[in-house]
């Protein structure tokens, strides 16, 4: 059975930083791209970042340029997404996912920004 | 700023039929787009159901589809079930990828 954990959501002061986790089990991650996508409170879905196989190409929605990051270790089974300068209209539920076409999916982790 | 539209709402009755569209407003979506469709419930995360236009999962009910209708993709829902109510999204490829704003199909 395939299982996607996300984790380190968190509330967090504009412009403060975060780091977000997916823990990937039953499945063959280093042989999968892998994306992140999120949802904002009674809002509807928003493709963050993919990333491919090896983590040499990286792709991202404009919003989040240069200031998020995703990454992922392969002999840790494990996807990143480093965020930093964060913003009100970042707050939202985050949730990672398998290959591009988002087979399979976490249950997500919160992430709040507010002062 | 691309933008993919749907239809904002819904309504079917049970066993009835009913098509939800995405379009793009770049112009016509074709199979370039690797049009993919999904499903999400209150609470829950969304689930998978259509790829690149009219590829099914292993677990997509048979009752759904995916096509290319009048330039926009479709998810055409066949003999409705109470349990297919919730909102659906489509996405789209533009070299980064684009959700739809979302469709809520009721039940009723």
């Known amino acids: 059975e395939v299982q996607l954990v996300e984790s380190g959501g968190d509330l967090v002061q504009p412009g403060g930083s975060l780091r977000l986790s997916c823990a990937v089990s039953g499945f063959t991650f280093r042989s999968s791209w892998m994306t992140w996508v999120r949802q904002a409170p009674g809002k509807g879905l928003e493709w963050v970042a993919n990333i491919k196989q090896d983590g040499s190409e990286k792709y991202y929605v404009d919003s989040v340029k240069g200031r998020f990051t995703i990454s992922r270790d392969n002999a840790q089974n494990s996807l990143y997404l480093q965020m930093n300068s964060l913003r009100a209209d970042d707050t939202a539920v985050y949730y990672c996912?398998?290959?591009?076409?988002?087979?399979?999916w976490g249950q997500g982790t919160l992430v709040t920004v507010s002062s | 700023q691309t933008v993919v539209t749907q239809e904002p709402s819904l309504t079917v009755s049970p066993g009835g039929t009913v098509t939800l569209t995405c379009a793009s407003s770049?112009?016509?979506?074709?199979?370039?787009?690797?049009p993919n469709w999904f499903q999400q419930k209150p609470g829950q995360a969304p689930r998978a159901l259509i790829y690149s236009t009219s590829n099914k999962h292993s677990w997509t009910p048979a009752r759904f589809s995916g096509s290319l209708l009048g330039g926009k993709a479709a998810l055409t829902l066949s003999g409705v079930q109470p349990e297919d109510e919730a909102e659906y999204y489509c996405l789209l490829y533009y070299g980064g990828w684009v959700f739809g704003g979302g469709t809520k199909l009721t039940v009723l």
């Open positions: 770049t112009g016509a979506v074709t199979s370039d787009y690797y």
């Open positions: 996912a398998t290959e591009r076409r988002l087979s399979q």
